[in-house]
């Protein structure tokens, strides 16, 4: 399993949310970000392989951007947020992070799941 994966539903729908186009990076020592993975949501919401399996975590801050505009306009949907940010820190203690979304045209929110 991938040390970081996510699920994206869309409350809005009542299910899974496919084709979300998602990219994750780290920040580096002077606060710039470096791409780490990306991945699009298949038929269940989820990116399963962001962190190629079997590669270490490496403890730091990382970033989730869902690209959730182009996920509305191609179900021809007005939506309030172009694009969604989750930043999060991975701790030394820690092998995985799973980090959903749950999201609508006008509302997000998301956690750390399991």
Not at 2 to 16: E, F, K, M
Not at 51 to 79: C, M, S, W
Request: aromatic share 10%; charged share 25%.
């Amino acid at each position: 399993m991938s040390a970081i994966t996510t699920h994206v539903l869309d409350t809005s729908r009542g299910r899974p949310a496919a084709g979300v186009s998602v990219l994750l990076e780290r920040r580096a020592g002077h606060g710039e970000w470096h791409a780490v993975g990306r991945g699009d949501t298949d038929l269940d919401g989820r990116v399963r392989e962001l962190i190629a399996e079997g590669e270490p975590l490496i403890p730091g801050v990382y970033r989730l951007k869902f690209d959730t505009g182009r996920y509305f306009e191609a179900q021809n949907v007005h939506a309030f947020y172009p694009e969604v940010v989750v930043v999060f820190e991975a701790t030394p203690d820690e092998t995985h992070y799973h980090v959903p979304l749950l999201l609508g045209p006008f509302g997000y929110t998301t956690y750390r799941g399991t």
